[in-house]
């Protein structure tokens, strides 16, 4: 038995902020177990989204008036209006390739209405039929990027093969590589009541392509050989389509290293162009690109009121580029 006199005192009782405290170390200590078993169960945290850029391109379809000639002012500046208001809807790209854009003037009162102030006016085209008629159908780039050099040239005739109008590009620093954009908007398949229907079909593919045999020799001079490029607009042609099986518009720049952004997606999962009275949906609409990354998504977009075609889209890494094949 313990001496009285040498026994040790007893502990005093913990304070009631002691109590607290050690119940809240406790609670802690069993809610980071459980967060940290719970860790295990639920899907990993996506990865951050890998930075992208995106271009489009658009036949606006005889735009502002949607006829081959001028109409009234306020019915232009209602088109363009709705024009803006549905494109922005569907994203407003880094780059936008046009066709069948009237002139400067039209793309400024455009861009006004997307109402993107990074969004500038890269080049427009000015091509004349003649001395005394201006085209309604021009080209025009807009871009977010800086604008490195920029211009448009006229096809060259060949004997009795005459293309109409001819292409726009711009040399754009893409974050970090300079990128060419050349924007094309070919031969259309119409054909005159009074012409020779075989005869004419025949001539309007000659057109396609001369025109893109002439855009092949031109964009390593313009851009540099193997530099990364993209060719987009109006091909007025498809590749898996019937009617052009005899063609080589396209087949001749993927066949030069060019590939096409929707690759893998079949053109009739894609038309561009919706049926009409006339004919049966088309996809004539085109990305083309050399030396870049894969697409990260492409798409068709839905039907704007102003235009019979559809924009469509693909966004590409912001990463370094890939060497032409």
């Known amino acids: 038995m ?37 860790s295990w169960l639920l899907p990993p945290r996506p990865a951050p989204a890998e930075p992208s850029w995106t271009v489009a391109s658009w036949n606006m379809e005889w735009f502002p008036s ?21 494109f922005r809807r569907q994203g407003v790209p880094d780059v936008l390739l046009a066709q069948e854009i009237r ?29 005394t008629n201006r085209g309604l159908q021009q080209l025009a780039i807009l871009s977010r990027f800086p604008v490195r050099r920029s211009g448009y040239e006229r096809w060259a005739a060949r004997d009795f093969v005459h293309p109409p109008r001819g292409f726009a590009w711009a040399i754009l620093d893409v974050g970090p590589t300079n990128v060419a954009f050349f924007d094309l908007h070919l ?14 079909t025949v001539l309007n593919r000659l057109k396609r392509e001369l025109a893109a045999r002439q855009l092949l020799g031109r ?43 929707f690759e893998g997606i079949p053109e009739a999962d894609r038309p561009t162009l919706p049926a009409n009275d006339f004919y049966p949906p088309a996809t004539f609409d085109h990305i083309l690109v050399r030396g870049l990354p894969p697409p990260l998504a492409r798409s068709v977009g839905a039907d704007i009121r102003t235009s019979d075609h559809r924009p469509l889209r693909a966004s590409f890494p912001l990463s370094p580029v890939h060497p032409a094949r």
């Not at 400067?104 to 001395?131: E, M, Y």
């Not at 119409?190 to 020779?196: K, M, R, V």
């Open 2 to 38: 313990d001496d009285p006199a040498t026994a040790p005192a007893p502990e005093p009782a913990p304070s009631r902020a002691g109590r607290r405290r050690a119940a809240i170390a406790v609670a802690a200590a069993v809610l980071a177990a459980a967060v940290a078993a719970a």
């Open 66 to 86: 949607g006829y081959a000639e001028p109409r009234p002012a306020r019915d232009e500046a209602r088109r363009i209006r709705e024009a803006a208001r549905a």
């Open 187 to 200: 031969k259309s398949n119409f054909i005159p009541e009074d012409q020779d229907r075989e005869r004419q």
């Open 219 to 261: 964009i390593d001079e313009i851009a540099g050989p193997g530099a990364p490029a993209v060719v987009a607009g109006d091909f007025n042609t498809a590749l898996e389509d019937e009617r052009f099986a005899e063609e080589a518009t396209i087949r001749i720049l993927l066949d030069a290293g060019f590939r096409d952004a």
């Open 103 to 131: 002139d400067v003037p039209t793309c400024v009162r455009f861009l006004d209405r997307l109402g993107d102030s990074r969004l500038r006016l890269a080049i427009c085209s000015d091509f004349w039929f003649d001395p």
